[in-house]
């Protein structure tokens, strides 16, 4: 299922108000305020074919999914409760697995880079998160409101056990998708001129 053929030429970049306007007020969402409906299943499928179409440097698709559904989280969930309790802020921990139980639908994204290739395991990781970013994009361009977070499970080598994350892999994130009862409140944004600096 591609919508567009090898070789095909594909359209070049005209000027999209809509876009623009899309860009400039996206915003992630609380994971925890993420409720039904989800994406269907056809939908879903449709979210990682848009946000599978990700730069990466030597087409090496360094990446995998996990499509996860309610009973799953809640099994891993029940799972991760005694390694919340061993986390330096155990409560907090505790408590973080809301997040990951809530939503309806979540996309596990996995960096799989390929070790001792000549493009650097930095830029496949970074192509991970590309491939985040645009499944947040993806499934706001089908309606729902996305959240990518990796909170602490992301990095004890128990709970990615729990995941069945691979030794050479790393989370890049959990992209959780659903629909808000309330719109999201605008956060801090950068001074981009302040971060940025001009060359001839
Ligand atoms: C790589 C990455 C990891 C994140 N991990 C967490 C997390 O562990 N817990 C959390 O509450 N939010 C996490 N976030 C989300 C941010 O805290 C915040 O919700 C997001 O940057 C909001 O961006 P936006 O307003 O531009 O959508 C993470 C974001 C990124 C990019």
């Known amino acids: ?22 860009l400039a007020r996206r915003r992630s969402a609380p994971a925890q305020s993420l409720a039904a409906p989800g994406p269907t299943p056809a939908e879903v499928e449709r979210i990682l074919l848009l946000g599978a179409r990700t730069p990466d440097h030597g087409k090496l698709f360094p990446w995998r999914f996990v499509v996860m559904g309610p009973q799953s989280r809640a099994d891993l969930a029940l799972a991760l409760a005694p390694l919340a309790a061993r986390q330096p802020d155990p409560g907090k921990a505790g408590k973080t697995l809301a997040k990951l139980t809530a939503p309806p639908l979540t996309i596990l994204v996995l960096s799989t880079p390929v070790p001792d290739h000549k493009v650097p395991v930095w830029e496949q990781q970074l192509s ?23 909170d602490w499970y992301s990095y004890d080598p128990e709970a990615l056990a729990l995941f069945d994350v691979r030794p050479a892999e790393r989370v890049a994130g959990f992209i959780h998708i659903g629909t808000l009862a309330e719109p999201p409140l605008e956060r801090p944004r950068p001074d981009v001129a302040a971060l940025t600096s001009w060359r001839d």
């Open 1 to 22: 299922m591609t919508d567009a053929d090898l070789g095909a030429a594909l359209p070049l970049p005209v000027p999209s108000a809509e876009m623009q306007d899309r």
């Open 128 to 150: 991970a998160g590309a491939v985040c970013m645009n499944l947040e994009h993806a499934a706001n361009a089908l309606g729902y409101a996305a959240s990518w977070i990796t």
